[in-house]
């Protein structure tokens, strides 16, 4: 069962442009989430998150937006950067119930270009 | 500062065998979770391991097992290893059981069943 969702599988974007990820989730019990990056070879990276009690937060280039009603969230990188291309993880968290544990969608490859 | 660390980089196995895979956490970090990545799927939480004791489980059979030594690496096996298993193991540490954004992934075991 597939909890969140990440239904583009890439965007291409040129510099200088702003990105939007998009992810969708059905647990209604989430209550954290977070986008992580993952370059090839390496582990993800922690990029920024947001608390369900927030409906936006931002990290110099980066900025998440979360839709409570809609169990919709989205990153917005701007400008987005040549540097930027990675594949980008939404995660979700119940702390309520399952300490720890991070459901993840199935990424999005992002391709910025010069 | 050394990131989280996994042994081996790469592994192959065929069908039945057994493998065990390596984590070392941050220095510091006692939680130690194991996800597995399939390829063109996010992560999937297989376990999460704090003060030596298992804290959460995902879904997966019998056949997967992990630890917690008390220097807080963590080993995960994987018995009568099937096709299916093939995948990225990635392993992440945090300070506490519930500290997500500052969970930090390795860069993965690459295990290929033949």
């Known amino acids: 069962d597939q909890q969140v969702k990440q239904n583009s599988p890439s965007l291409s974007v040129q510099e200088g442009r702003i990105s939007i990820l998009n992810c969708d989730y059905t647990n209604s019990m989430f209550d954290y989430f977070l986008w992580y990056k993952k370059y090839p070879a390496e582990g993800p990276t922690f990029l920024i998150s947001i608390s369900s009690i927030k409906d936006k937060n931002e990290d110099g280039r980066f900025t998440v937006f979360l839709n409570k009603s809609a169990k919709h969230l989205s990153l917005h990188i701007v400008p987005s950067q040549p540097g930027d291309s990675a594949v980008y993880f939404c995660?979700?968290?119940?702390?309520?119930?399952?300490?720890?544990?991070?459901?993840f969608g199935r990424g999005t490859q992002l391709t910025v270009w010069p | 500062d050394a990131g989280v660390t996994q042994s081996p980089t790469h592994l192959i196995k065929t069908r039945g065998q057994h493998v065990t895979l390596r984590c070392s956490p941050i220095s510091g970090h006692k939680s130690v979770s194991w996800y597995q990545q399939v390829l063109g799927q996010g992560p999937q939480f297989i376990f999460q391991?704090?003060?030596?004791?298992?804290?959460g489980r995902g879904n997966f059979p019998d056949r997967f097992s992990a630890r917690q030594f008390p220097n807080y690496s963590s080993e995960l096996n994987v018995n009568a290893l099937l096709l299916g298993d093939s995948a990225l193991y990635l392993c992440?540490?945090?300070?506490?059981?519930?500290?997500?954004?500052?969970?930090?992934f390795g860069p993965g075991t690459r295990l290929t069943v033949l």
């Open positions: 995660a979700a968290s119940d702390r309520g119930s399952t300490l720890g544990r991070l459901y």
């Open positions: 391991y704090y003060e030596k004791e298992e804290r």
């Open positions: 992440a540490s945090s300070p506490t059981m519930t500290t997500y954004n500052e969970q930090f």
